[in-house]
């Protein structure tokens, strides 16, 4: 795959035209690109992601834009954290080659008309709840794809939806991109990574826990021998209700690929949730392998 | 744009896969791509595309895809017509260099779920009468040119409505191809090149000439002074409906990218017709320029 010579310093890019022609340049030269569509804010979680493209790539780009169209109207696009200065650092301590962050308009420039939309699997789950995300990340994605034009893209399984609707829009639309899912990242006290934490107060901190807790128990659980479905929503909903400033949105026990709810906990099973937590709603997820 | 060395024969490939690394490959010697998709039964407007590839680009592929997406229910779908031996002979006589024809089940294996749409421009004219139609193609043209990763596509003036849309995705999808605009080819008598006028018979084939010449008769009378949409298109209509077997779908004033209607023919002006003629839906389009 060429020789590895990294470049030094961070190239920042906003220009799409100039990202594609490094782009390009990149791929004459045999190099290969991996890619970390992010909306900054760089936690642990993305970073892991950047390191894995730099063990496997020849160039890392970051791209770090806040997409509009994957907000609802009643969402916090608007209060979404931005720390442009402190990601670029991250980025450059880290040793990642390009961040690409486009402004809006240079990405949905005025008369844009088109999207994109994976039928069948954004209809559950966060689709249930955020009816205009899956539309917005899907077109967002191949946009980003169009232009950073990587051979490796990396995900974290924390979105674990996003990741299966990114895997079908690659695989339909006859992409050259090798989507690479890359396990969710903890703090130590087991709560996920994520840019919404750091809204949380001390007690609603400590009330998130019970997300990553409530799922542990379930694979405990289910361990044990328990096979309903509806005993572990049940054992996770108490869980959560439990602590204060908790508000569930959904707990899901499903088919991990079709996301069609199961009610024996037979085969490969995703358990995922999404709850809100004070400010922030935060979302988790973990597979019970077929057993 | 490297050293032009044709290849003799025509290149029969339908797999994928194999597409794609013949486009990878070209491109990889930097020999340049146009791109001619068609659903097949070539005629002589789809020839004009390929010599137009012929003349500018190193290596020609034509698809053929009856692409069944861009079909309604109670379209012509199961009776387009099909005649892949002569349409290979025509494209080996001109001297294309790749057919490309995927089956439906390689184009859309079971479980595909993706689509494209682009807004605001897909709602009139054939929009308004095929509504599955803009979603379908602009779906299936975005897969062939991932697929076949062209350098420059060629699509005919005759749909002008599709090659709007088209524009409209590869430039809000930021791809890289650039699209090629043919102006419409015509039979001797004006009759618009169409793989369905084969299914007129003689007299549906004179009344199919209304189309093209009420299009000449609303640019005599604007160029004679008349600027009222309305008095153009009742004129259009008249015209048409004094042949037997016509059944007018729409009759359109309009502008020429946006679609809204005109009620006054100032600035750049698209007519539209769409009309039945028999067994066919016929369309065809005239551009008056700025005057």
């Not at 402004?103 to 954004?122: A, F, R």
């Not at 054992?235 to 959560?240: D, V």
């Amino acid at each position: 795959m060429g020789i590895k010579i990294k470049s030094r310093t961070l190239r920042e890019i906003s220009s799409i035209s100039e990202m594609k022609d490094i782009s390009q340049s990149l791929r004459k030269q045999n190099l290969t690109i991996g890619f970390v569509p992010t909306m900054g804010c760089l936690h642990a979680g993305h970073l892991n992601l950047v390191k894995r493209s730099l063990e496997t790539c020849d160039r890392t780009v970051v791209s770090i834009f806040i997409n509009p169209t994957q907000f609802g109207s009643n969402e916090d696009l608007d209060t979404y954290p931005r720390q442009l200065e402190s990601d670029i650092e991250k980025l450059e301590t880290i040793g990642a080659d390009i961040l690409f962050h486009p402004t809006k308009e240079e990405m949905y420039p005025p008369g844009y008309k088109t999207s994109v939309e994976v039928q069948n699997i954004t209809e559950q789950l966060c689709g249930k709840s955020r009816p205009d995300l899956f539309d917005g990340v899907s077109t967002v994605v191949l946009k980003l794809f169009n232009i950073v034009r990587p051979h490796n893209a990396y995900f974290g399984e924390k979105d674990w939806q996003q990741l299966a609707v990114i895997e079908t829009l690659v695989e339909d639309l006859n992409l050259d991109v090798a989507i690479i899912r890359v396990p969710i990242v903890r703090e130590a006290d087991g709560l996920a990574m994520s840019s919404r934490n750091r809204y949380l107060s001390p007690q609603e901190r400590q009330s998130a826990l019970s997300l990553s807790r409530s799922l542990q128990q379930a694979r405990d659980n289910i361990r044990r021998g328990t096979t309903s479905a509806k005993a572990i929503s049940d054992s996770i909903r108490q869980c959560l209700s439990e602590q204060e400033g908790t508000e569930i949105d959904y707990i899901s026990v499903c088919d991990p690929e079709s996301f069609k709810e199961k009610e024996q906990i037979r085969g490969r099973t995703l358990i995922a949730l999404a709850v809100k937590v004070g400010p922030s709603r935060l979302i988790d997820n973990c597979i019970i392998e077929e057993f």
